[in-house]
């Protein structure tokens, strides 16, 4: 028999908050709740107690898990003496902002690169070419091209130098002379 989790009410606030924001950022909500419930969680939890716990519908839950397991941050565990799937999330916060970070470039930033550089080569092109718009979009490319690049360089480093390179702040703009505003 399942547990009946209750949260404490710092877990519900944080629990509820990320699924506000989760859909903000294209997320389903329930989706969001349960990475959310699973980051906080002292223990792997089945999908009837993440059911239970969220009050949402145990068919809600499978879909969610699925599709958390698909972005890499969710991962299925087994517990000594229960036949049931556990499920984790990624605790490591570092790491957890790559792995999201290198699916959402999978999904949007790729695609979108593949079809600038073919809309780029189409309004170059021919008698009835369209230099505004071969422009506007050039430009576009160069920018997903340039951030992409340094995405690259970017992943490849451990989560200790991400954390070193985003605490240097204002001392990285004046390293490189620019004034902050």
């Keep these: 028999m399942t547990e009946n989790r209750k949260l ?17 950022w294209g997320i389903n909500r329930t989706v969001a709740q349960i990475h959310a419930l699973l980051f906080v969680s002292d223990r792997p939890l089945d999908a009837e107690e993440i059911a239970q716990t969220l009050g949402v519908a145990r068919s809600n839950v499978s879909t969610s898990l699925r599709e958390l397991q698909g972005w ?68 576009l490319l160069r920018f997903f091209e340039t ?4 995405y690259q360089q970017v992943r490849s480093l451990p989560p200790s130098a991400l954390a070193r390179i985003a605490s240097l702040g204002d001392k990285a703009l004046k390293l490189l002379g620019i004034a902050n505003p």
């Design 72 to 139: 890499g941050i969710v991962r299925r565990v087994h517990v000594m003496g229960d036949r049931r799937d556990h499920f984790e999330s990624m605790k490591d916060v570092w790491e957890m902002f790559r792995t999201i970070a290198e699916e959402r470039k999978k999904r949007e930033v790729d695609p979108t690169l593949a079809m600038l550089r073919d809309c780029v080569a189409e309004a170059g092109k021919g008698k009835h070419a369209d230099e505004h718009t071969h422009a506007r979009l050039g430009e």
């Design 8 to 24: 404490t009410a710092v877990q519900e606030r944080f629990v509820l908050h990320w699924g506000e924001m989760g859909s903000r």
């Design 147 to 150: 951030t992409s690049g340094w």
